[in-house]
């Protein structure tokens, strides 16, 4: 399958609009009806193809189509039977206005992106192509009941109620069901009908027509978005692995529908829920997906008194109504266990119970059902566990008996004996058995007559009685306390998981860390293979890939089609892959890490024969839920801190540009002013006032080029660290540059180069260190009368070279001190123009030698005069001769 | 010394003209370009002696120039250059450019320039420096053959990577050879560490061979860029 178009499919465009044309029945003219609507709009000038067709059309519909251009179709074999699916690629690369695709509930085959043809349609639609479509009402999942009920067979092929509710335009193409049997007739498909009588049809006619008012009746509401609630009801559905519990769902959901109102669906998951055969584990599944889709919220309580659960939970979450089915207990012989309806009523009195009967066709399947949940299976192991300790005991027994002890410790032997296997056995039939058995060895062995199941003493029956009850009562006990250990232990586990990602996801500070942890966190989880993708501006970076074991190769991750899955997933903002409908022959199940529309990245689990249970998904999802949240407050913050910086550089920027406009019209003044005299009345001056003014524009000038360079500086630094072109170079070599760049004024003063040792190796960047050295020394020379004498030294100490210039000179004012590496600060700090400094200079060094990961520091020369030192790394070189 | 022809590559005006006015004002000829086709075809027409290159030219890189002319003549060549990054000029110079300027720079400097590149071009045409079985550079005297150096007469000691560098900078005098090409030259190889290394080892041989390390007379730094032997009378 072709996925090229699914990448190169742009995010972010306007939604397609969806127009239905419904209808009760094939034959009511859909299809008609629907090409008749296309050809107006392709009149209007819209670019509109036919994407798909059914194949038995009537003679004029055919006509009507033949006028279209027909998008090219695959044809595949299902079952034997071909069939004809709509190539989602082409369409999507074509990209018309609008497209014709017929039926709508269409199941696809397997081989397709979708399982199922509404799948194809809403990517067409994100796609912003506008759909028609053509649909029976009975395909509609939420009437299936009814339906149900008139045909006497359930529908396969349905859609969703979002769909139809949530398209743009509905049309109910409406027929007198009379007419429309004439018209099948006629037409030679009365096969059609043989299935359905008039009054049939009616009621599918009548079924269709109200499901469209319904619709009609919430769009007038306007509460399209089923989290407005106009009331304050809240219904909530018990979800079971029972068949019948389909209808149960459907049913709430109806009622949420009416009532507009918040609607859960609850499962309670007792501990018989770890022995449930496969059958209905996925049934339930099932069940559950069905109430998701039908806009439930799904929430899962555990322990094992499900009434208490129900109660609990309608309770804490403002349930106002319980819709359960009724559930028929066979009736105990001995004692009367009440039903869960009844114990419902009893804890919750305040609530509405709607009771719906689970007969109907699925009613004899129920029963059965439930028979084959309760009855728990023995093991062999348990068998021979069981037995092994009964046979210890009765051992135990007779050494009580050589001993001489009394009757009663072996009796408390006895019931020692079932709590054992209560508590070391899975099913509580071991230790029902185990009850029975020994009061029968008791009996067998130490009552008079011994060896034999008779008993003189006429107390003995009541010891026996006494005897059975205890140990079925511990033995119970024992089991219901271990279950009960397991359970509280597994849900702590949960907690303790969840709550263990929100940690570490608390700690990761950058969006790489946030990924690992939670890729390493599901690991943990799930044991599986996990492959996690981040985003970056809209593009999913590379995958990091965590194998559970080493049996699969990563490759299998990488391959440029799982990629594009993922890349679907972005884009589509839904899960797909394996065990999912969308995609579904990749290797693993595609999730997006997202909160609401934002879309933070994807992570795959690999597939395996055991698909995720609805545990497991729900801890999936909490755990993405987390991720998400955090990746989202990553970006805030990082989003933050940059707009901080931002606006730093501004204000940084700014001020630069304030102080330099000032500082360069005074030296610009000078040379042009210099340079226009000279020109214009050059004759008139002297050869010592010529001289004069070549010298003063030369100095400014020259004050001007440095002006430059210290800006340069400034910016590769504001660029960021990353800029520093760091090497090792030798620190005489740096010096001796510096200093055949310092200011001519150098041969008024004295300066002494004096090194501690030799071939001292530093790790810097030589251009701004030189540039460091030339600010301090020229400052030096600026700031002292003629003739002081400046030092420039440097000593290694530690991991740093200390280098310091020390000068003779008045020395700094102590209050000035905390100041001089501010930026635009200047030793006179007022706008002097004959000293000219724009305080740039200090700050700039302390900059650079920060960013070197140094300190520039500044202390009193004694008797006068000040000394600047700073540090840099120091090198380390490895010789080879 | 006879002053030599100067083809000046430089498409700024103003630049141009201090340039030719200083050339002028020293009595050396010269020729001028704007452009760097302009350039290549007067080095090819007229042969000039050294070419003064400015590396940002409107219709094609400096570098390729310097290229080209490389490609049939050895003519010395000083590339100017703007830009501060020494990555550029590493580039010119690994491309075959004998030395730099960086703008600003002073008359002096230009000058200076000239006149290490015209001594490089004495000495080169007094005879091919390679082929030389002695080589001799002021007080400083290098006999290939015997694989030993002087200095003033006396024999210098120098270690096995020591002579290797002073062999490599003599036979390239007056010309800035970049770490890379000396790191190349020397181990085969240029890694960070042979860079450090080098540093040492160009300390070491200048305090041998440097009578003032403060300020050396044949072995001239470059920072950033790489290092030089000047030629000296």
């Known amino acids: 399958m072709g996925t090229a178009a699914v990448s190169a499919r742009m995010t972010g465009r306007e939604q397609g609009k969806l127009t239905i044309f419904a209808s009760y029945f094939s034959g009511a003219g859909k299809s008609y009806a629907m090409l008749e609507a296309a050809e107006r709009a392709r009149q209007a000038g819209r670019d509109t193809v036919i994407g798909l067709l059914a194949g038995d059309q009537w003679p004029q519909t055919r006509a009507l189509a033949e006028g279209f251009e027909t998008m090219p179709c695959r044809t595949v074999t299902r079952g034997g039977r071909s069939d004809v699916a709509i190539d989602l690629d082409a369409c999507l690369e074509r990209r018309p206005q609008l497209i014709l695709i017929d039926e709508l509930s269409h199941l696809n085959a397997d081989d397709s992106r979708h399982s199922k043809r509404y799948q194809d349609i809403e990517e067409l639609l994100k796609a912003g192509i506008d759909v028609f479509t053509t649909l029976d009402v009975q395909h509609i999942e939420s009437i299936q009941d009814t339906v149900l009920s008139i045909l006497g067979a359930a529908v396969v092929e349905r859609i969703p109620d979002h ?60 509460a399209q978005s089923s989290t407005e609630f106009r009331t304050h009801e809240h219904i909530l559905v018990c979800l079971s692995s029972a068949p019948s519990n389909e209808k149960i769902i459907r049913t709430a959901a109806r009622m949420a529908n009416a009532f507009r109102c918040g609607f859960t669906a609850l499962f309670v998951e007792t501990k018989g829920f770890q022995g449930m055969p496969q059958p209905d584990k996925d049934r339930l599944q099932t069940n559950i997906r069905l109430a998701q889709q039908l806009g439930a919220s799904i929430e899962t309580m555990y322990g094992d008194d499900v009434a208490y659960q129900i109660a609990e939970f309608s309770r804490l979450s403002g349930v106002t109504k319980i819709v359960l089915g009724r559930s028929e207990i066979p009736r105990r012989l001995f004692f009367k266990k009440p039903s869960l309806t009844e114990r419902l009523i009893e804890l919750t009195p305040e609530l509405d119970i709607h009771i719906i009967p689970d007969t109907g066709a699925n009613g004899r399947l129920a029963a059965r059902h439930r028979e084959v949940m309760y009855i728990p299976s023995l093991s062999v192991l348990d068998l021979l566990k069981s037995t092994l300790i009964l046979l210890v005991t009765t051992l135990a027994g007779f050494l009580f008996y050589e001993l001489g002890f009394t009757e009663a410790n072996i009796i408390t032997l006895y019931i020692l004996g079932v709590m054992l296997i209560s508590v070391s056995t899975k099913s509580s039939v071991c230790s029902f058995i185990a009850s029975i058995v020994s009061v029968l060895t008791f009996n067998f062995f130490f009552t008079d007559p011994r060896f034999s199941l008779h008993a003189y003493d006429s107390g003995y029956p009541v010891t026996f009685l006494v005897m059975f009850l205890a140990s079925l009562l511990t033995g119970s006990l024992a089991s219901k306390l271990k279950s009960h250990a397991k359970r509280s232990a597994q849900v702590a586990w949960r907690t303790k998981l969840l709550f263990e990602t929100d940690q570490n996801l608390q700690k990761a500070r950058t969006q790489e860390e946030i990924v690992s942890v939670t890729a390493k966190q599901l690991l943990r989880i799930f044991q599986r293979d996990i492959v996690i993708y981040p985003m970056k501006q809209e593009r999913l970076l590379e995958p990091e890939i965590l194998l559970a074991d080493g049996t699969a190769s990563p490759q299998r991750y990488t391959d440029p089609k799982e990629r594009e899955i993922a890349q679907w997933v972005v884009t589509n903002n839904k899960r797909a892959g394996a065990g999912t409908e969308s995609l579904s022959d990749a290797c693993c199940t595609y999730l997006s890490i997202r909160t609401g529309e934002q879309v933070y990245g994807v992570v795959g689990i690999a597939a395996s024969d055991k698909p995720l249970d609805s545990f497991e998904t729900s801890i999936l999802l909490s755990v993405l839920g987390e991720c998400a949240l955090a990746l989202e407050n990553q970006k805030n913050l990082e989003e933050k801190e940059a707009a901080a910086v931002l606006a730093k550089n501004e204000q940084l920027r700014a001020n630069l540009l304030r102080s330099i406009s000032h500082d360069l019209r005074t030296p610009l003044t000078s040379i042009s002013g210099n340079a226009s005299n000279l020109l214009s009345n050059g004759d008139l001056f002297d050869t010592k006032t010529k001289e004069q003014m070549y010298t003063d524009i030369y100095d400014d000038a020259m004050w001007l080029i440095n002006l430059v360079e210290n800006l340069l500086s400034v910016s590769r630094l504001e660029e960021g660290r990353m800029n520093l072109h760091v090497s090792t170079e030798l620190m005489d070599e740096v010096v001796a540059e510096a200093l055949r760049h310092i200011n001519r004024k150098r041969v008024e003063y004295h300066l002494i180069v004096q090194n501690s040792e030799e071939y001292l190796l530093a790790q810097i960047d030589a251009k701004l260190i030189v540039q460091v050295l030339i600010n301090i020394i020229d400052n030096a020379i600026k700031y002292t009368p003629p003739g002081s004498e400046i030092r420039i030294g440097w000593k290694r100490k530690g991991d740093y070279i200390y280098v310091s210039v020390a000068d003779n000179g008045p020395g700094i004012p102590e209050q000035a001190k905390p100041h001089i590496f501010d930026m635009f600060y200047s030793a006179s700090n007022q706008v002097a123009d004959s000293r000219r400094s724009m305080g740039l200079g200090l700050a700039l060094c302390k900059s650079i030698v920060n960013a070197h990961g140094g300190e520039i520091t500044v202390a009193d020369q004694p008797p006068h005069g000040s000394i600047f030192t700073f540090s840099v790394p120091a090198g380390e070189v490895v010789l080879h001769e | ?55 940002g030219l409107p219709d094609m890189d400096g570098v390729e120039v310097i290229h080209k002319v490389r490609s049939w003549s050895n003519m010395p060549i000083i590339v100017i250059s703007a830009r501060s990054e020494d990555t550029d000029k590493i580039d010119a110079l690994d491309a075959g450019a004998d030395d730099y300027l960086t703008k600003p720079f002073s008359v002096e400097e230009l000058l200076a320039r000239l006149r290490v590149t015209q001594r490089r071009l004495a000495a080169l045409q007094g005879g091919a420096v390679s082929a030389e079985v002695v080589f001799t550079n002021g007080k400083l005297k290098v006999d290939y053959a015997a694989g030993c150096a002087f200095l003033d007469g ?43 290394s080098l540093r040492v080892f160009m300390a070491t041989l200048r305090k041998k061979l440097e009578r003032e390390p403060g300020s050396p007379q044949y072995i001239q730094t470059h920072i950033g860029v790489g290092y030089r032997m000047m030629k000296v009378e």
């Open chain 2, 1 to 55: 010394m006879n002053k030599p022809l100067i083809l000046v590559v430089e498409d700024d005006t103003p630049i141009r003209n201090l340039i030719t006015t200083t050339l002028r004002a020293h009595d050396y000829r010269f020729l001028t370009a704007a452009n760097g086709e302009a350039a290549v075809l007067e080095a090819s027409s007229h042969n000039p002696e050294i070419i003064l290159l400015d590396l």
């Open chain 1, 163 to 222: 769909v139809f509710d949530q398209a743009a335009q509905v049309e109910f193409i409406d027929i007198e069901p009379k007419r429309l049997q004439q018209r099948l007739l006629q037409q030679k498909k009365g096969e059609l009908l043989a299935s359905c009588s008039l009054a049939q049809l009616s009621a599918l006619r009548e079924i269709g027509l109200r499901r469209c008012a319904d619709r009609a009746a919430q769009y007038i509401r306007g």
């Open chain 2, 154 to 196: 006396q024999e210098l000691h120098l270690t096995p990577s020591e002579y290797k560098l002073l062999c490599l900078l003599c036979k390239n005098v007056g010309k800035v050879l970049t770490y890379t090409f000396i790191t190349q030259q020397i181990w085969g190889r240029s890694w960070e560490n042979d860079v450090a």
